[in-house]
């Protein structure tokens, strides 16, 4: 008996492991990896739109929001934030689906309680019901104003003292968002509210060069991080060779803006200017520009699917 169980013990061992056989499995794991890796997405939680994204957006994106005045870019994000809290509180993760860890909105001048309560005002209550709960904020605006002619007491209640000893810290606003960006968690969804603030920051060729030294970094690092990102900007802030390098630096471009109809009524377009990851899908299925609308039952939605010839 015990030498049959010897025998049944030996029959099992593996052997040595080749060094070549080794780091061929290691690869095949690797590309099994990326293979998973590449269908996943991050949902935008607008169900009218994942299902145009092959489910969202993909992980590490930039995604620029360039919008017109009320053309819905704004609306956009808090839908996405809207319907991203209640995916996580129902738990609808899914095989290729990211639920973002995090969701962080990031401010250089609005308060927090009047993003709140923008959001909560705008949709009805059963819709918005504990959404403050899912999002956390980065509030930047001591940085914003301390250079400017603001005076103090508009934007801060903290002392002057106080004020200077944060700001010795960081040697400008973008260090500062850089320093907050650190902190957050992989695979989260963020917010960055918003570029035409940055924009009015920016007063020489270096400051400019920092910017897009800045975006393109992290461009780079948000594949590492798996976050998406969405920067919002006001349409025709930027001159256009500048929007370029910005939309350089971005994995996606997503436009806002109005469009005439047939009897001179307004109506709100959004189309994709481009779209790592996803404009070839979009393209293959003519899915690039979209009638859009903003209710207040359903936050913003698209309708009415526009094929581009």
């Known amino acids: 008996m015990l030498l049959n169980a010897a025998i049944i013990f030996t029959s ?10 080794l780091h061929k499995r290691q690869m095949n794991v690797s590309l099994i990896n990326m293979d998973d ?7 935008t939680g607008i169900s009218s739109l994942d299902p145009v994204l092959d489910g969202g957006v993909p992980p590490g994106s930039v995604v620029l929001l ?12 808090q839908s996405s934030l809207i319907y991203l809290s209640k995916m996580k509180e ?6 290729n689906r990211i639920l973002p860890e995090q969701m962080i909105y990031i401010s250089f001048t609005r308060l927090t309680s009047s993003i709140i309560n923008e959001i909560k005002t705008s949709y009805k209550d059963d819709l918005v019901e504990g959404v403050e709960n899912y999002i956390s904020f980065i509030d930047l605006s001591n940085f914003y104003f301390e250079k400017s002619v603001v005076p103090r007491g508009w934007y801060s209640q903290s002392s002057l003292l106080s004020s200077m000893d944060k700001t010795k810290k960081s040697d400008s606003l973008i260090a500062e968002l850089t320093n907050s960006l650190r902190k957050i968690k992989n695979k989260s969804l963020i917010v960055v ?26 461009q780079r690092v948000a594949k590492t991080w798996r976050s998406t990102i969405y920067i919002l900007v006001s349409e025709g802030i930027f001159e256009n060779n500048k929007l370029m390098e910005v939309a350089d ?18 109506q709100r377009i959004m189309y994709f ?8 899908h979009l393209e293959e299925n003519d899915l690039v520009k979209f009638a859009s609308k903003i209710t ?6 698209v309708s009415n699917i526009r094929v581009v010839i």
């Open 193 to 218: 509210d918003s570029l035409t603030d940055l924009n009015i920051t920016i007063t020489g060729p270096e400051d400019w060069k920092q910017l897009i030294g800045f975006l393109r970094g992290l």
């Open 296 to 301: 207040t039952e359903a936050g913003f939605e």
């Open 37 to 43: 890796n590449l269908r996943q997405r991050m949902p």
């Open 249 to 266: 630096c971005c994995d996606a471009i997503i436009d806002f803006r109005w469009e005439e109809t047939t009897g001179r009524k307004r």
């Open 66 to 77: 360039v919008g017109e005045q009320g053309a819905g870019s704004r609306e956009f994000v």
């Open 273 to 280: 200017v481009k779209f790592s990851g996803a404009m070839p």
């Open 12 to 21: 099992f061992h593996p052997g040595p492991v080749s060094a070549k056989s």
């Open 90 to 95: 129902a738990g609808q993760n899914g095989e």
